[in-house]
């Protein structure tokens, strides 16, 4: 009769131990979940769509990031933007983001540039990455078109 009480015990605490893991991961799951949930990068100017004279002033906006200069190293949670211009985001998230004509580095922290683009209608991207350049996985970006004259 003990050994039935005891063995009861046991499978009471197994459960109640079970749902204690289980709250426990949902809450770490929520917790990385809601760290950059919405848009944590947004191109606040110009909007999409926009008209525009050349050079073109970029700004970009953040929330549950912070924008600091690549110097500053690699700290979860901060880093910087990258302008992506008329070409997709790279596909391996796990790399420094190319530096060329189409991939503007801001390692410098600002969050506004002017950039050169020809006549026509161009797609810009922003990127957000750690001070490594490496962006975050998933991709912190927007995207906007516009069309200059």
Known sequence: RKST????????????????????????IAGVNCTFAGNAVTITDPPTGAMVSSPVKVCMATEGVEVEPAKKGINEGKGHHHIIVDVNLPKDLSKPVGKDANHIHMGDGSTCKKIKLSAGKHIIRTLFAKGNHVPYDPALTSTVTVNVK
């Open 5 to 28: 009480t005891l063995f009861q015990g046991i499978k009471k605490m197994e459960h109640i131990y079970s749902k204690f893991i289980t709250f426990l991961s949902f809450l770490f």
